[in-house]
Structure formats: C-alpha cells, structure tokens
C-alpha cells in the first residue's frame, strides 16, 4: 500500500432540503407528520390552523402536549436523524402511557416542505417558554453543516399560553392554500387516527377563515354499521382467523354471522392463489412465517343507487355525502401504535393493488373507494415491517411479502362471503338456475312464432303482436343476463383447453425419454445393488402413473369428447380419483371411506368421471381442515327407478354447509374458499346435466358435516 489517508465525511446543507421539501412528496403527509409529533408529545388536543396576519399566510400547528425542554432542543431537536424516539418509544403523562409513533427522527424536516420559515413557541413543565426561529433557505446556503445554526430564546411564560403545549408557525408557504386544498387536508388528517377505534384524549381540530368550522376531525355514524364487515388477526405462526358479519341495512334481509380460520400455507398465496410475490428462495420447502402477529378489521358498503339511498334514508345523510365520507377514509389503512402509517397520500392510498386484480381476475370484486379498512401492527411484534423514507410505502422485506400475502387472502374471503350473501338475497337462486344447455333452450323462440303466426291467422292488430313480443322478451331477459355473465365467466376459462393440450403432448414426450433412460440403466448396470434396484422400481411405478393420469385426461381436450360413447367403472374410477387427492395438503390426515358397489357402469368419459369426484372430494377435504375435528369423508350410494339412475353421496365431517350457502354455491365465481375461483361446483353441474344427472346438497345431511348428492342414469344394460 503505497500512501493511506483517512477522509471525513461531511453532510451538505442541502441535506435539509433533501429530509424535508425533496423526501416528502405532498403538503398533506408534511402537516401529517408534525401533528403525529404532537401525538408523540402526548397532546391531548390539536389545532391546525390556516391563516393570514401581518407577516403573511401562515400555517399553525397548535397543541398541548408537553413541549420541549432546552436539553431536548439542543440534543434532540437540533439534531439530524437522531434516535430519541427509538431510544424512548414511551411517553407518560397523567399516569397514562402512549407509543410513540415516529422513529427516524426526520419528521420535523417536512415543515420545508411546507414554507420557507418556521417558528416554534414551547413550554415544558421541567422547563421555561422558549423560542426557536428557523429559515431554511437561510441553511441551505451555508457551505458545511457545521455552519448551520438556529436562534433559541427564553420568552416571559404569558407571552402565548402558560400550560405546556408547542405552537409551531409556519410561514413564507409555497403553495396556494384554498378552500379545496384546506378540505384535503382534513380528509388526510381523518386518516391519522383508526376511523373504527376512538383513541382516549387525543382530539384534532381543523380551523381556516375560508371554511365553516372549526371542524373536527371525526367519522360519520353510517361508517359504524357497514352492511359487510370482515374482523380477525393474524396469530405467530400465520394462521389467519376470522369472523365475518352480514348486516344489511334494509330489514327484509337477514344478518348473519360466520367465523373461520385460514392456514399459513394457504394464507401465504395471498390474491393470485400461489406465490407470486416471494422469492423462489423463499418459496421453496416449508416457509415458517415470520412477520408477527397482527389484527385487521375491513368494512365494506355497496355503492349503486338503490344501496346507497337505503343508507341515506336510515342515517339521514344525502347520497353524495356517503361518497364522499367514503372517499375520506377509502381503501385499507395501516396502523402502528393506533397512529397512520399508510396510506399517506391518494397515490399510495391502493397500495395493496386491490383495484388493479378487479380487471384481472374472474369473480365478483370490491374496489378501494367500497372499502374501509385498518390493519393494526405494533413496534414489538412486527419489527419488520419499517416506513421507506418518503412515507409513502413499507419497506419491501420478506415480511412485507408475507404481510401482502396474508392481507390478499383475507381480502379474497371477504369477498367470497359478500359475492354469496349479494346471491342470496337477490331475486334468483342457484336452485332455480338452469345448467348451460337448458338455459340456451329456454331462449328459443318458437313459442313466439307459434303465437304471432295464430294472432296473425286471427286478424290480431299490432298492438297485440307487440304485446307476445314484449312478454317473451320480458320473460327472457333474466335468462339473457344469466347467459351472459355465465358465457363471459367461462370465456376467461376457454384457454384451458388449449394449455392442457400443450401440457399433456409435452408431458408424453417427456415421458417418453425418461423411461428410455430407465430402461438403459436398467439393461446396461445390472445388477444392481438393493438400494439402487428399489429406487430405479420407484422411478419406474412413478412414470406409469403418470402416463396414464396424462392418458385418462387427454380424452378430455378432444372436440369429440361429448359425440362418443363410454362406459366407466364408477367404483374403479372413485379410487383413481381419491388417489389422486391424496397427494393434496389438504387431504392430509384425512381417512376416505368407498363404500360403492363394484360393477356399476357409468355412460361417462372416466376422466370427467374423476373430474367430478376430484372437486367434490377436494372441498371436502379443505373444509374439513377447516372444522379440526374426525376427518372422514363416506362416499356411499344407492340404485333408484327400477335401475335405471344412481345416487351417490359424498358425506365429510367438515364445517357442513347452510341451506342459504346452498343455493349459492352452485353459480359462476361464488366459493367460500379464499382461494377458490368458485368453479368447481360449476363444472360438476355442467357435466352432469349433459348426461341427465344433477347434483345438490342433502339435507339433513348423513354426517356432521355436509353431504353432496349426485344423480345420474346408469349405463344401457348395467346392472
């Protein structure tokens, strides 16, 4: 090494302006970040004051909280990123403790966003009335940090106020405050404090000579009784429980209640139902859950005009209102300590991206300006999950991921709960919904015809041509719009066909060359010693069965698959079908019981045989995860009319299901599994009618859980 030095490191002026104007990215965050200040100083009360005197416009920021002794400006204060705040993450006051809510010790610095001057009044009760003058133009061009100095003076204690409080002035403004900014504002502070829990002594209070007021910081009555509501926490090892609630405002509807637990490793799939936003090291084997333990609570409202008019005429609150109240605390919200963390501003305010999977995604879907929603963590158990810098965002960390994830699937519920309970309790019912094929017989119109060609034999006017016509239209219209939400649901599904048939032509191919190899090793290295003799039978036994798994199924993208004839064996094909779910997570300690006769034949392609028994035996097995207790599914079945049908029943001891759940969970899209795409049951229904069979809930049902009820005509000549 020829010459060594050491060089210092110095921090420009500018820096100021960079932890302050530069980082923070909206005015509202900046008057945002100083009353959660005043929160930190245990301020029961704070006014944000807009105004205009001698020196000018101004911005106040007034409160009551302990203020700052001399000591804490000079080694606090004054100084840049310090870590007080980490250091002391309690405050006492009256014998009662608050969280702190800031740690980087940079928050002051958004008064330059703000305005060019700032001055503070204090008073602290270890301490006199001070003064501090800061021009932060003035900082900026100074040549060293060093340099950069603020005034501080001793004040008589009845210049301002004689309790403890701050006063802080903020002048020379760089924007145009007017009324509709003002108004913004207090939609941002409504944010700072959890709209769904009343924090003891801590009030904000907004003033300006260009709104009516003072206003106060609160959130309206209609925000307490939300027609849909999703509560719960996240526990230590992930393991989301939840409770749902359905309580409508208009009272021909029923409220109801239901609670549930989803699992860490189903959890962790989040919105897209596997894991996209992990790592693929991080997805790779059992990922134990780290983030913490948190809570959330997520309200939701229906926004069309009839729903809305409901609300206004039970809370006496004009439509508009609604819309705008919502819009104030719109989306879902991240709480740390009971103060904000995110959303800051309108642009982070979909930070989940929940708006963006509505276009993305097949089912019924809420939006950010539908919902209110608080997720509360804490210092001590999500240490983790840490600001950026800007405010605008949570630190992109393994447990953010799992955080994002965890939230997606409660959100995925929620709105499965609320698609079920919208079904429900309109004027149709899955029970009274036809399968595809009749629905496209039901819109013929040769009875039409038929009744214009006799009116017209009988001379009839127009008007009562007109009228047939009206009618069948009338008659059709809720058969049309089914159609189309069904044909527009199954068009997002069309392409399966297509990718399984690239699937299964690579899979043979690939096949083929792994039992070439096999068949090598096997002719060149023999003998083998035991252990390699087993492993290679292993191999061997795995390709055959997925030869044939991929030659059951291939049938299954033909375009002839329906014109052909097939008879199936229905016990043989149940055990492929259970074998096939048994390598499943959720089949995991699950014991299923076939009880079917042998010899029955069925007029069915097996691999839409199996396709059934797959999704049946599939829900039976996640909601018997779900209920804890025996896990057993009884598939069990009887011969009717005289030999000609069979009915088979696949009984589990799961958490049942609701005659109500039962007349939804036969539509397009609705499912009460957080990661379902609420097809399955769809596809079971469309298969069967085609071969004049049809499925259903029994009740009661034959276990204690839920007993699913098919129904299907034997093959010719079966006995």
């Not at 190899?517 to 191999?539: G, H, Q, W």
Request: net charge negative; proline share 3%; glycine share 8%.
């Amino acid at each position: 090494m020829i010459n060594e030095e050491t060089i210092p490191l110095k921090i420009s002026p500018r820096a100021f302006t960079a932890f302050g104007a530069d980082l923070v990215t909206n005015d509202n965050i900046a008057i945002t970040e100083l009353v959660k200040n005043s929160y930190d100083a245990f301020a029961y009360n704070v006014v944000v004051e807009f105004g205009e005197d001698e020196g000018g416009a101004y911005i106040k920021i007034i409160d009551d909280g302990l203020g700052m002794t001399r000591q804490v400006i000079k080694e606090v204060w004054a100084v840049l990123a310090t870590k007080h705040k980490v250091k002391n993450p309690l405050i006492e006051r009256d014998g009662k403790i608050r969280k702190v809510s800031g740690n980087k010790g940079l928050g002051r610095f958004s008064a330059a966003k703000l305005g060019n001057t700032m001055d503070i009044w204090t008073k602290s009760p270890d301490d006199g009335f001070l003064k501090i003058k800061i021009n932060w133009k003035n900082l900026v061009d100074f040549d060293d940090l060093g340099e950069c100095q603020i005034t501080m003076e001793e004040l008589n204690d009845t210049a301002i106020f004689q309790n403890p409080g701050t006063v802080i002035r903020i002048g020379d403004l760089n924007s145009i405050w007017s009324p509709e900014k003002i108004l913004e504002t207090k939609d941002s502070l409504s944010r700072l404090i959890a709209p769904f829990k009343n924090i003891d002594n801590f009030t904000i209070q907004l003033r300006s000579s260009t709104i009516e007021g003072p206003v106060n910081i609160t959130a309206p009555k209609f925000i307490e009784k939300p027609p849909y509501k999703i509560t719960g926490n996240v526990d230590a090892i992930g393991t989301i429980h939840w409770e749902y609630t359905y309580s409508p405002t208009n009272i021909n509807h029923n409220p109801k209640t239901k609670t549930g637990i989803i699992n860490w490793n189903e959890g962790k799939l989040g919105f897209t139902g596997y894991q996209e936003q992990l790592s693929l090291q991080e997805c790779s084997g059992e990922m134990d859950y780290s983030c913490g333990p948190f809570s959330f609570e997520i309200r939701v409202w229906d926004l069309d005009v009839e729903s809305r008019g409901e609300i206004s005429a039970h809370y006496d609150i004009g439509k508009n209102d609604i819309r705008r109240a919502l819009a104030q605390y719109k989306g879902l919200s991240i709480y740390r300590d009971n103060i904000l963390v995110l959303p800051k501003s309108d642009a982070s305010k979909d930070w989940l991206g929940i708006d963006l999977r509505r276009v993305s995604r097949i089912g019924k879907r809420i939006s950010t300006n539908q919902i209110i929603g608080i997720v509360n963590i804490n210092s001590k158990d999500n240490p983790e999950l840490k600001d950026t810098t800007d405010r605008e965002k949570l630190m992109d960390t393994k447990e953010y991921k799992e955080f994002i994830n965890l939230l997606g699937s409660v959100i995925n519920e929620l709105e499965n709960l609320r698609s079920l309970d919208k079904t429900r309790e309109s004027e149709t019912s899955s029970n009274g919904k036809k399968p595809l094929v009749n629905l496209f017989t039901s819109l013929s119109a040769e009875r039409l015809v038929g009744k214009v060609e006799l009116a017209v034999e009988k001379g009839e006017d127009n008007k009562q041509i007109l009228k047939y016509v009206n009618e069948f239209n009338n008659e059709n219209r809720e058969n049309l719009d089914d159609l189309q939400k069904r044909v527009t649901y199954y068009a997002q599904t069309a392409s399966l066909g297509s990718v399984a048939t690239v699937i299964l032509h690579e899979l043979l191919n690939g096949m083929n060359a792994i039992i070439r190899f096999i068949k090598r090793v096997d002719k060149t290295c023999s003998p083998l010693e035991t252990k390699t003799r087993e492993a290679l039978n292993d191999a061997s036994e795995s390709h055959a069965r997925l030869v044939d798994l991929a030659r059951t199924f291939s049938p299954l993208v033909r375009k002839d698959l329906y014109k052909a004839e097939y008879k199936c064996l229905v016990r043989e094909t149940v055990d492929k079908s259970i074998r096939l779910i048994r390598a499943g997570d959720n089949a995991q300690g699950v014991v299923i019981n076939n009880y079917l006769p042998n010899n029955i034949l069925l007029p069915i392609h097996e691999g839409l045989l199996q396709t059934i028994f797959i999704n049946l035996l599939d829900n039976a097995c996640y909601w018997i995860q779900q209920n804890g207790q025996e896990k057993t599914i009884d598939i069990t079945a009887k011969i009717i009319d005289d030999n000609q049908k069979i009915k088979i029943f696949v009984s589990d001891t799961g958490v049942g299901v609701s005659e109500e759940e039962s007349e939804c969970i036969f539509e397009a899209g609705e499912t009460s599994k957080s990661q379902g795409f609420g097809m399955g049951l769809v596809i079971v229904t469309e298969i069967l009618s085609y071969y004049g069979g049809k499925v259903g809930v029994l009740f009661p049902s034959l276990s204690s859980g839920a007993t699913f009820e098919i129904c299907i005509p034997l093959a010719k000549g079966a006995e």
